[in-house]
Nanobody, 123 residues
Framework: QVQLVESGGGSVQAGESLRLSCVVS????????MGWFRQAPGKEREGVAA???????NYADSVKGRFTISKDNAKNTLYLEMSSLKAEDTAMYYC?????????????????WGQGTQVTVSS
């Protein structure tokens, strides 16, 4: 059974940083596509960052230069380093696995999801 468990969310002030982690079990993800998504209250879930099997990355324009996605295959863990956080980054953040398209930021192109971790940024 595939499980994705996110952690690292919290409440911070604008300008501060957070690192999210997603531990994957029951799935050999090292050669597959992974991503981070977020959903703010009243809004649709949106893609934030994606990592390909060859290490290539893709980011939403809103987070380019501030967020970094990375993978530790030995630990079966996906990370999202977030810096210079803004109030508009406040959302539930989700880890996604088994993407069908390289670098995709589209929700429907991923097959497995975690339960999410809340990030709240105060201005």
């Amino acid at each position: 059974q595939v499980q994705l468990v996110e952690s690292g969310g919290g409440s911070v002030q604008a300008g501060e940083s957070l690192r999210l982690s997603c531990v994957v079990s029951g799935y050999t993800y090292s050669n597959h596509y992974m991503g981070w998504f977020r959903q703010a209250p009243g809004k649709e879930r949106e893609g934030v960052a994606a990592a390909d099997s060859d290490g290539s990355t893709n980011y939403a324009d809103s987070v380019k230069g501030r967020f970094t996605i990375s993978k530790d295959n030995a630990k079966n863990t996906l990370y999202l380093e977030m810096s210079s956080l803004k109030a508009e980054d406040t959302a539930m953040y989700y880890c996604a696995a088994d993407g069908v398209v390289a670098g995709s930021l589209l929700e429907y192109e991923y097959n497995y999801w975690g339960q999410g971790t809340q990030v709240t940024v105060s201005s």
